[in-house]
Nanobody, 116 residues
């Protein structure tokens, strides 16, 4: 398991923006996938967006066009720019690191609350 440090959650009004960041500590395999999942109260954890070290991305339909994922491989960091936020985006957002042959590493979670 690789320690992941998340930042950037908070409270925002509907239509606003937030930027989440996640940094993996130590040495990680250069070929990997990093990204974000979220879990709303009473719901299962779901994919938000992931990005491979080669740059390919995958988004949940519910956030495509509003959220943008990016990464800095040199800094082992992934960012999630969230625009046009909706109350239904309210959840705890978890950073994930997936390396070949290893179990996924998860962050502690950062809370995002969008008020209507």
């Amino acid at each position: 398991q690789v320690p992941l440090a998340e930042s950037g959650g908070g409270l925002v009004q509907a239509g606003g923006s937030l930027n989440l960041s996640c940094t993996a500590s130590g040495s990680i395999f250069r070929i990997n996938t990093m990204g974000w999942y979220r879990q709303a109260p009473g719901k299962q954890r779901e994919l938000v967006a992931i990005i491979h070290s080669a740059g390919t991305t995958n988004y949940a339909d519910s956030v495509r066009g509003r959220f943008t994922i990016s990464r800095d491989n040199a800094k082992n960091t992934v960012h999630l720019q969230m625009d046009s936020l909706k109350p239904e985006d309210t959840a705890v957002y978890y950073c994930v690191l997936q390396e070949p042959g290893s179990e996924s590493s998860w962050g502690q979670g950062t809370r995002v609350t969008v008020s209507s």
